[in-house]
């Protein structure tokens, strides 16, 4: 089992900047992946951006240029600059188990994107 603690979410102005965090329970050893998803009211929960075991990041075409992922050992950060209203949605992190593939998921923070 792996707990992810998520931090950082909250209300933001058109162009303004958030940093999202995700610590886990267990050694970075154990880690493979670890991403960042959101899902906006009536949507389905998407792929924001993800970031490799070895620290290659990958990111969904509508946030490239303004959301960067980084990983330190087993806590994944998303800093997210230039948001907009579309960006709006609960931030969920998740992580994937090196041993087993198994899937692991945060509670979510609230990023809300609001003049």
């Known amino acids: 089992q792996v707990q992810l603690v998520e931090s950082g979410g909250g209300l933001v102005q058109p162009g303004g900047s958030l940093r999202l965090s995700c610590s886990a329970s267990r050694s970075s050893a154990n880690i493979n992946s670890m991403g960042w998803y959101r899902q906006a009211p009536g949507k389905q929960r998407e792929l924001v951006a993800v970031i490799s075991r070895g620290g290659s990041p990958n990111y969904v075409d509508s946030v490239k240029g303004r959301f960067t992922i980084s990983r330190d050992k087993n806590t994944v950060y998303l800093q997210m600059n230039s948001l907009k209203p579309e960006d709006t949605a609960v931030y969920y992190c998740?992580?994937?188990?090196?041993?087993?593939?198994?899937?692991?998921w945060g509670q979510g923070t609230q990023v809300a994107v609001s003049s």
């Open positions: 998740n992580c994937e188990w090196r041993w087993s593939g198994a899937i692991y």
